[in-house]
């Protein structure tokens, strides 16, 4: 009974903290409200079900363990709730880097996905574990306060370090994005459906681009290459909605790993270290990561099938 009682307005403010972070303090109304009004929930069962006993206080009564069982539901579903929003939230943040950096950003995030992953497995398990007792019940305690210990740290450094500025700069360009789609095709250049003549003229920009090598440049971002393409960074992105990648990260890496392809078929001499600087890969590491992934082979492996081939 106490543990519950305790419980839910603490992991309510933990839930609403992550919230608050992964919206930039714009928390709705109603995510505020949940927590309270299932704190209200859980003390009014507890509280009537304590009355209605006759017995000694934190005594064993079947009322009481019926209104813990309820409460339990209740907390179970509060936590639910959150979580299902936290992780929306952070599938948006991924979707935010991807349209924006030209490569995988995700490391920026993992920190704040474990610890959301951890702190949610623990919190499922609170209703079923605090009617336990013993060993088993201190383990997980102890366990328990570890996970919330990695989650505040992880979100700590999350803070006062500077992913959460390259975060932010993805999410601001994620925003102007969807306000322009969703203004009045007579109030924007030009509407959200991309016609024809303008879809041709991006892609001929699109086009030059590439074939000055403007996608093998390392460290590029959607803006610097709406820049160099000289349009507008909304349309780049409203056309690359249009591609089979559908945001700027996946389509770079799409196009740079083609150019691998060449490179590898034409210069099999070339080391991987090579071709990784020349395709704007970070590094040799991280191409040979993105080639496997992409093509289901080692470059290693593509080599020895394309010299088969030949």
């Not at 201190?138 to 992880?154: P, R, Y």
């Not at 959607?222 to 393409?229: P, S, V």
Request: aromatic letters at 14%.
């Amino acid at each position: 009974m106490l543990n519950l009682f305790m419980f839910v307005p603490a992991a309510w403010l933990l839930s609403l903290g992550v919230l608050y972070i992964q919206r930039r303090g714009e928390v709705r109304r109603r995510d505020w409200l949940v927590g309270p009004i299932c704190w209200g929930i859980v003390t009014l069962l507890l509280a009537v079900a304590y009355f209605l006993s006759d017995e000694p206080v934190l005594s064993e009564m079947h009322k009481l363990h019926i209104a813990e069982l309820m409460a339990s539901v209740v907390y179970f579903s509060m936590q639910c709730h959150f979580t299902f929003f936290q992780f929306r939230e952070l599938r948006r943040m991924h979707r935010a880097l991807d349209n924006y950096y030209d490569r995988d950003m995700s490391e920026l995030l993992l920190s704040m996905e474990r610890a959301m992953e951890v702190l949610a497995t623990f919190a499922v398990m609170v209703p079923v574990v605090i009617y336990d007792s013993g060993w088993f019940l201190m383990v997980f305690g102890i366990l328990f306060l570890c996970g919330i210990f990695f989650f505040v740290m992880s979100y700590f450094y999350y803070v006062v370090g500077s992913n959460w500025r390259q975060v932010m700069e993805a999410e601001q360009h994620d925003d102007e994005v969807n306000a322009e789609d969703q203004e009045e095709p007579d109030e924007k250049p030009h509407a959200p459906e991309m016609n024809q003549e303008d879809r041709l003229r991006i892609e001929s920009a699109v086009n030059r681009w590439i074939s000055k090598g403007g996608h093998l440049k390392s460290g590029i971002t959607i803006q610097a290459a709406a820049d160099e393409m000289k349009i507008p960074r909304y349309q780049l992105s409203a056309w690359l909605k249009t591609t089979d990648q559908e945001l700027f990260s996946p389509w770079l890496t799409h196009l740079r790993i083609d150019e691998a392809k060449r490179i590898m078929t034409e210069h099999p001499d070339w080391s991987n270290d090579i071709i990784a600087e020349h395709c704007g890969f970070g590094s040799r590491s991280y191409f040979q990561t993105v080639f496997h992934k992409q093509t289901g082979m080692t470059p290693v492996k593509f080599l020895e099938e394309s010299s088969s081939l030949k």
